[in-house]
């Protein structure tokens, strides 16, 4: 054997092994989203008068996923319009923190249609949107159904971005690492995510299927809800989710679970 061909085999040998670069490293933070000024009654919680006076902290979370050099920004929060439940740095701002442009967000991904949840979509136009098909149709449908309004997302309407709706679960990178999975009924396409960390191990990462804690554990369903048999079918679905793959289960509204990843800008990974 010549002296080269031996050395290129002797390096093909030494270098790692190829799954390495296949699965890239993976990573997420979260992103505060809005701001809330205190303790919420949350009556209109439950749609069986399961609550009189509480009151819970919540919040709006979105979370920025890296996936190797791609990102994915999981849901837009409130829009950044001055108002009072405003995020005080909105997407683009806290994206800059971590270094990152907006034109490199590849997806936006949306848990649901519901306005505190597409806010801040008109900061991120270069991003393909990602949504569940039931919310597309609601978003699309003229005239738009009652209590949607799909102003934040029109440049996606109009065919000025682009659009993959998803019918069930889509595993975004296509390596089993980021998955969007379908759990329809607080509205007809909502979706949750799942998110495979290597150190932290595996996230589940709620959409609105469960608003706070209480509501997760009892499986309340909210007034504000499009069909109550499926969004329980979708707890069932999504607790045993939590279970087979040992989850860290983050309600993103619930203020509570905040600090179940690192603090901004750090990330979990
Ligand atoms: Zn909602």
Redesign the pocket.
């Known amino acids: 054997m010549k002296r080269a061909t031996l050395f290129v085999l002797c390096s093909a040998l030494l270098s790692p092994p190829l799954f390495a670069e296949s699965v890239p490293e993976v990573g997420i933070a979260r992103l505060d989203c809005g701001t809330t000024s205190g303790p919420s009654d949350v009556a209109r919680f439950s749609d069986t008068y399961a609550y009189d006076g509480f009151k819970v902290q919540l919040t709006y979370s979105c979370y920025l996923i890296k996936h190797g050099d791609e990102y994915l920004v999981w849901d837009a929060g409130q829009p950044d319009d001055g108002s009072p439940r405003a995020p005080k740095k909105n997407l683009v701002k806290l994206l800059g923190e971590l270094g990152i442009k907006p034109e490199q967000v590849n997806y936006l991904g949306i848990?649901?249609y519901?306005g505190?949840?597409i806010g801040q979509s008109p900061l991120l136009p270069d991003s393909t949107l990602l949504i569940g098909t039931g919310d597309w149709d609601a978003l699309t449908s003229n005239p738009p159904r009652p209590g949607v309004n799909p102003e934040p997302v029109k440049h996606w309407i109009s065919g000025g971005g682009k659009v993959e709706t998803v019918m069930g679960d889509k595993d975004i990178f296509g390596d089993g690492t980021v998955v969007m999975l379908g759990m329809p009924g607080?509205?007809p396409g909502?979706s949750s995510l799942l998110v495979k960390l290597k150190e932290k191990g595996n996230v589940l990462i709620s959409?609105?299927q469960a608003?706070f804690h209480e509501n997760y554990e009892h499986e309340r369903v909210?007034t504000?809800n499009t069909n109550r048999a499926d969004t329980l079918a979708s707890f069932d679905r999504f607790k045993r989710i939590a279970e087979n793959v040992d989850a860290t289960v983050i309600i993103q509204h619930d203020a509570r679970d905040i600090d179940k990843l690192p603090a901004f800008p750090q990330m979990a990974r």
């Open positions: 848990s649901h519901h505190d949840h607080h509205t909502h959409g609105d608003h909210p504000f």
